[in-house]
């Protein structure tokens, strides 16, 4: 039973994760993008168009990728060159992406993709435990094995990754020794966008194997609170996300066997921790590298 | 002057572009601006949708725009709309016996308190701790939205709703009345007369000049003797409670009930009718009534052309995106760039 919810939960913590993981990036260089909903929603859509013509579901991926990093590019344009209101171009944007992949998914809501299915790893499957938990899955989630300690990485023990968190603290101080602050933003954005991209196509052309209109349901906002919640570590954002995964894998199991507790109350537990964790991490942690960002939200004005 | 020449060209370009994204899909832009339009607009009841559309969103761009005015960001509306829905409803439930006098006047009372408490949870944060108030409106939603759902699927379900998530209807009590025989309902007055005194806070006392510097720089306002604390607060707290009463009057005079999927978006909604108006509360009225008509034309095209509704989402995306574009040309000219206004 309870390798089954984590299991299962491991599925659905990926588009948490994958969109979570480019927000840290994003998030820790000083930007919010609060658009990850619109870019997943197109690029889902994306996906499944793209499968669908070329018959690869390999090409599909890297198209919402490429979609994901064109939408982040509009997001940072606007906020790090125009100093826009970042919480306002990212509400743009996700009701953006949901007209426009509603409109363009017209025809094809409900279809079946020929996607991409479980490949469980030889010998390794049949380990008791870790088997069946974590090596019988699709090739995505195998990825993502690589991903958390190859983003950890970048992070933290790059000059890139040091810059990303220097313009993220205190960008007229990065500015002083060099770091060319809005482009170092925007390359964190555009992984952030990228990230976001396969996000939606894991949903779309993996999980589902279906388009269906606004089916990424609220996920990217999720991913905002999961990277709170997170405080804006990779690692931390892989369990969290994890955690996430299996709340609402548990919460289907526990409706097919006709619990009395209500699955909308047990839904509001993310949020609720969320939200904890948020003023903790205010409230105890003001000045460390824990807490928020602190020049998150702010555009970088040079002055000269 | 300035907000009204941004808005209008935001206006024009979003219509261009999206035009752009429409043709090579194999539509015909001209016929989808017509749909739109020529019946939100053209004739008495298309323009009547349309006011009923815009009764929720005028109170939800209103809750944006008051914490905007000392520089709070409510994305909260949605959730705080749910809690107006749900508080609402408590009372015309529980107390169905009440006549239209007392009923209403509490159910609009009760709402206005919860969500001004929801809203205020917010605002109490981010002035005693600094927590970010983007972030807890936002997750505010979620909770407030499953809450609802919760409400409808569970302890209010009504037995012989054959699985419909909804309450029981409400007697004729609780029903909020209508203007004329149009669906149009005494809550557009109400949001009417909100904007108007909040116009008059904003313009003519000292409230409204302390929100100005508040808006500058807190600090500033604290070497002023003004305690900004006390605005954060209660700026969330007048909002919460406004976006409480567009749930309200919706569940009122429209649903007659509480059903989950009350809200087609109209806190978001609220956040760029807010934005394009420069949050000020008289042009609040205006945007309202323009994207209300949007949204009754997505109806439009969902019925006539077979379009999905979210097709306007594509216009009014583009349409912020360039408000935002356009503020930048805008204020270079007036001052170093401030992110925030247009």
């Known amino acids: 039973m309870l390798t089954a919810v984590l299991a299962g939960g491991l599925r659905a913590a990926v588009p948490l994760f994958l969109a979570a993981l480019g927000e840290v990036f994003a998030e820790r260089s000083g930007v919010l993008n609060l658009g990850l909903e619109g870019i997943m929603l197109t690029a889902a859509l994306i996906a499944v168009l793209v499968t669908n013509h070329s018959g690869s579901p390999l090409w599909g991926l890297v198209a919402a990728i490429g979609v994901g990093v064109g939408l982040a590019l509009c997001h940072g344009v606007i906020c790090i060159w125009l100093h826009a209101n970042q919480v306002a171009s990212g509400i743009a944007l996700i009701v953006f992406g949901t007209g426009l992949s509603a409109l363009m998914g017209k025809s094809y809501v409900g279809s079946k993709v020929q996607g991409i299915g479980d490949w469980p790893v030889p010998y390794i499957k049949d380990l008791p435990v870790i088997g069946p938990l974590l090596f019988r899955h699709d090739p995505v989630v195998y990825f993502i094995y690589l991903l958390i300690p190859l983003t950890w990485f970048l992070l933290y023990r790059t000059r890139w990754g040091l810059e990303v968190r220097a313009v993220g603290e205190d960008p007229a101080a990065a500015a002083v020794t060099g770091v060319r602050v809005r482009w170092v933003r925007l390359t964190a954005v555009l992984l952030g966008g990228g990230l976001a991209g396969l996000a939606g196509a894991y949903l779309s052309i993996v999980y589902s194997q279906l388009w269906l209109e606004n089916m990424v349901a609220g996920r990217g906002l999720i991913a905002l609170a999961l990277v709170v919640f997170a405080s804006w570590d990779p690692v931390r954002v892989f369990f969290g996300a994890w955690l996430f995964g299996a709340v609402s894998a548990l919460q289907l199991r526990l409706q097919a066997a006709g619990a009395e507790i209500s699955p909308y109350l047990l839904s509001m537990l993310p949020y609720l921790l969320t939200i904890a964790v948020l003023v903790y991490a205010t409230w105890r942690l003001p000045n460390r590298m824990a807490g928020v960002p602190r020049s998150l939200g702010l555009p970088y004005i040079a002055t000269r | ?342």
């Not at chain 2, 008495?44 to 905007?68: D, N, Q, R, W």
């Not at chain 2, 699985?163 to 009417?192: D, E, N």
């Open chain 2, 1 to 342: 002057m300035h907000t009204v020449v941004l808005t209008l060209t935001s206006v024009v370009f979003s219509i261009l572009a999206s035009s752009l994204i429409l043709l090579p899909l194999g539509t015909n832009p001209l016929l989808v601006f017509e749909t739109i339009f020529l019946e939100s607009f053209g004739d008495f009841y298309g323009f009547s949708e349309t006011v009923v559309k815009a009764t929720p969103i005028l109170f939800c761009g209103l809750a944006v725009a008051i914490p905007a005015w000392v520089g709070l960001m409510n994305i909260g509306a949605e959730g705080q709309l749910h809690v107006g829905a749900a508080a609402a409803a408590g009372i015309a439930l529980f107390f169905p016996n009440l006549s239209t006098w007392i009923l209403i006047p509490t159910m609009l009372g009760a709402a206005m308190v919860a969500g001004g408490l929801w809203g205020g949870i917010a605002g109490v944060l981010k002035a005693c701790l600094g927590v970010n108030e983007v972030m807890v409106t936002l997750m505010g939603n979620f909770i407030a939205v499953l809450y609802v759902d919760h409400l409808v699927h569970g302890p209010w379900k009504d037995p012989a709703s054959y699985g419909w998530p909804q309450t029981a209807s409400f007697t004729t009590a609780a029903i909020l009345p209508h203007l004329g025989v149009s669906r149009v309902h005494l809550g557009l007055l109400i949001g009417l007369v909100a904007a108007v005194l909040l116009y008059a806070v904003k313009r003519w006392t000292t409230l409204g000049l302390s929100m100005r510097i508040i808006h500058s720089s807190p600090e500033t306002a604290a070497y002023a003797g003004i305690n900004y604390r006390r605005y954060f607060i209660w700026t969330m707290i007048v909002g919460g409670g406004l976006a409480a009463l567009a749930g309200a009057v919706e569940i009122s005079a429209i649903q007659g009930r509480l059903r989950s999927g009350i809200s087609t978006d109209y806190g978001y909604t609220g956040i760029l009718v807010s934005w394009m108006a420069g949050h000020h509360p008289l042009s609040v009225i205006i945007i309202a009534l323009f994207i209300g008509g949007l949204l009754a034309g997505g109806d439009n095209l969902q019925i006539e052309l077979g379009l999905p509704f979210a097709t306007v989402n594509i216009v009014l995306g583009l349409m912020f995106f360039f408000l935002l574009i356009g503020g930048y040309f805008f204020s270079r000219k007036l001052r170093q760039g401030i992110s925030g206004e247009s």
